[in-house]
Every structure is written in C-alpha cells, then in structure tokens.
C-alpha cells in the first residue's frame, strides 16, 4: 500500500489531464482577425510605409520572396483543419527576423499557438536559407580574401 502511494506521489496520477479544447477558441478566429489577416494587408493597400516598417520590406520584395519559397512552406489542406498561409507563415517569421520580436508576442498578433509559431519560424527560415544562399552568399575566393586583407591593412595600417 505505502509502495503504490509513494509511486503515485513521485509519478503522479495515472489519470491524465483532459484538454479542455483542441484548438482554443480565440485562436480559431486567426483568419479573419490575426494580424496577417487584419493589419499586413490593410497596410499593403493603405499605407506602404508602415508595411515596411513592419515588415521591414515593400510588398513587392514580399511578394518575390513569397514566390521564391511558397512551395517550399505550404502546406496542404486536410478535413481536419485549414493549414496557415504561406504568406502569413512568411510575414510572421519576416516580422520574427526583422525584429526579434518574441514568439509568444507573435503568437498572440497573429493567433497562432505558441508551438506552431516555433515550427513556423524554423520550417520557413530553413526554407529561405535553402532557397536564397546560391544567390545571396557567394562562395569566398582567394581574390576577394586579398581585396579584403589589403582594405584592413590601408585603414589601419596593420597586416591581416
């Protein structure tokens, strides 16, 4: 008998907790009242310049990013529920980068839950790495190490 309570009292119940929703109920209102929803595409028609405030680019960067990296982070449509927006998982992760803006913030702007909005963030920076770094980083050469080891020797006077 003490052996069973000293179990319970270390491992706890073996009655698990019942959720009290599968998805929370304000979360449910995303597309219609989360902030991709509401504020990114009320200023991308009415005020430019905030959306690049917020966004921290115009909306045809946007668009040409989205279209470089869409296929990558869309996500099919089952009977069971409706998959985020690659356009709203980009401008969350985007709004994340730009800003370091915390997750659980973005969370509660774009109502997404807090785990989804992590793998959000993951799944899309990843797929933006893959699709962008032939074009944005080039591979280092021998001639641009020399260009660069020479401009650190002229302005301070010190080899590299």
């Known amino acids: 008998m003490y052996e069973s309570l000293l179990k319970e009292q270390l491992y706890?119940?073996?009655?698990q907790a019942t959720r009290r929703w599968w998805v929370r109920p304000v979360l449910r209102k995303r597309e219609t009242d989360g902030a991709f929803s509401k504020l990114v595409q009320y200023l991308e028609k009415e005020d430019p310049q905030w959306y690049f405030e917020y966004l921290r680019?115009?909306?045809?960067k946007f668009k040409e990013l989205l279209a470089i990296v869409k296929s990558k982070i869309e996500?099919?449509?089952?009977n069971w529920k409706r998959p985020i927006s690659a356009a709203t998982r980009?401008?969350?992760t985007i709004r994340h980068l730009a800003t370091g803006e915390s997750k659980r913030s973005l969370s509660y702007q774009y109502l997404i839950g807090r785990s989804t909005v992590t793998l959000i963030v993951a799944e899309t920076t990843e797929a933006i790495w893959t699709s962008m770094k032939s074009q944005c980083l080039k591979p280092p050469t021998q001639s641009t190490f020399q260009t660069i080891a020479d401009k650190f020797l002229r302005r301070w006077d010190f080899p590299n």
């Open 12 to 15: 706890g119940s073996a009655k």
């Open 57 to 60: 680019m115009t909306p045809t």
């Open 75 to 78: 996500k099919k449509h089952t």
């Open 90 to 92: 980009l401008a969350l």
